[in-house]
């Protein structure tokens, strides 16, 4: 028996506030007791926990396939939205991504011990820059069971212990992505302990994670608006804000047609439950008439429903009316805004004014209307001529990521090994006292 199985046996027998309590505060002091040992583990230690994590999840393919099949069954009772569903299913192709994602991570620089600047004090005194751990890492996610593995591999490629709250929709399936990986931490000789799927899908243990300021570091909440505005009032711990992925792709005037067209489709379409889906498409005035219907066409034929102003209906009567509401919703579903703005001005203001700060793209081939596209608009992550759907910590080279941070402290944009890491100074002299 476990030290956390047995303890879920003793909060059986207790009062069920006082032993949720107790279950998430023996969690949250056992990871608080690996992340000492993670941050003295060498990196080919953590890279062999991580590439045996690869080689146990392909093993276990049908395993995860079995789990996944009942939490989609499930999924389908609820009549949850077709965006979640796609989120929530596996398959063998995104487990192979899994285990790949792991491996590129083992491959990437040990983030831990880098000297990130030095420099010489008059006085003699050597002083370094160092990147350290974080310490423990709480994630607390919705559908996605693929967060479970690269939650775990970041957090551990950059010496961190990490506690896991999957939602209940993906319980079954990360309750097995989990055995995988607390198998490779004991092959590798690190301790189980290192990341911990919390064993509950009761709610409260959300609330006792968000309580436990000084035993958990960092926490990275990702999932949809209600958990985000729950974490963001309830947390006493510091947080990596992911918040919605309200993403804007604005077609300049001097757009290439074809690459308009394209990429328009490919950042709505291609998954469109992911956060760095295109959920608003703003267009010039001047190139309105010629370009967008061939777009609408586009999209309304790949089963997009179109939501668009004035112009855009004349355009297309298949298009239904815009509201307000709709500049200001992440739909993560086949349905998309579309409004004609006069100009790179106008479409800076609209996205000021409703993004949510993820990922914006313009489509231009003119250099100074990108230049100030970019530099005027504060979002993590600006495109020019390419798919919003690049807004992903693998696409950028990270390996994988937890989630793109939106807020200004610390972490922004994809959040991989390097923004899991903090820094520390140190000092060398030779019998300095200071005068």
Known sequence: MTAITADIAAASH?????????????????????????????????DQALRQAATVLRARNRDILSANRRDLDAAHRKQLSPALVDRLELNEGRIEAMARGLEEIADLPDPVGQVIASWERPNGLQIERVST????????????????????????????????????????????????????LVAAGLPETSIQLVPTTERGAVGEMLQMHGIIDVIIPRGGRSLIQRVTAESRVPLFEHLEGICHTYIHAKANPEVARQVTLNAKMRRPGICGATETLLIDRS?????????????????????????????????????????????????????????????????????????????????????????????????????????????????????????????????????????????????????
């Open 133 to 184: 751990p974080i310490g423990v890492i709480g994630v607390i996610y919705e559908s996605r069971p693929n967060v479970t593995a690269d939650a775990a591999g970041l957090c551990l490629k950059a010496g961190n212990a990490a506690i896991l709250r999957c939602g209940s929709e993906s319980f079954a399936t990360s309750s097995i992505i989990m055995e995988c990986i607390a198998a490779a």
């Open 287 to 435: 190139v309105a008439p010629g370009l967008l219907p061939d777009i609408l066409g586009d999209l309304l034929a790949a089963g997009c429903e179109v939501r668009g102003d004035a112009i855009t209906r004349v355009l297309d009567s298949r298009v239904q009316p815009a509201t307000e509401q709709d500049w200001d919703t992440e739909y993560l579903d086949k349905i998309i805004a579309v409004k004609v703005v006069d100009g790179v001005d106008a479409a800076i203001d609209h996205i000021r004014r409703h993004s949510s700060h993820h990922t914006e793209a313009i489509i231009t081939e003119d250099a100074q209307a990108a230049a100030k596209f970019v530099d005027s608009i504060d979002s993590a992550i600006l495109m020019i001529n390419a798919s919003t759907q690049f807004a992903d910590g693998g696409e950028f080279g990270m390996g994988a990521e937890i989630g793109i941070a939106t807020g200004k402290l610390h972490a922004r944009g994809p959040v991989g090994v390097e923004q899991l890491t903090s820094f520390k100074y140190i000092v060398r002299g030779t019998g300095q006292c200071r005068p």
């Open 14 to 46: 207790a009062p069920e506030s006082d032993g949720l309590r107790q279950l998430m505060h023996h969690i949250a002091t056992s990871a608080r007791a690996a992340a000492t040992i993670l941050a003295t583990v060498t990196g080919s230690a953590k």
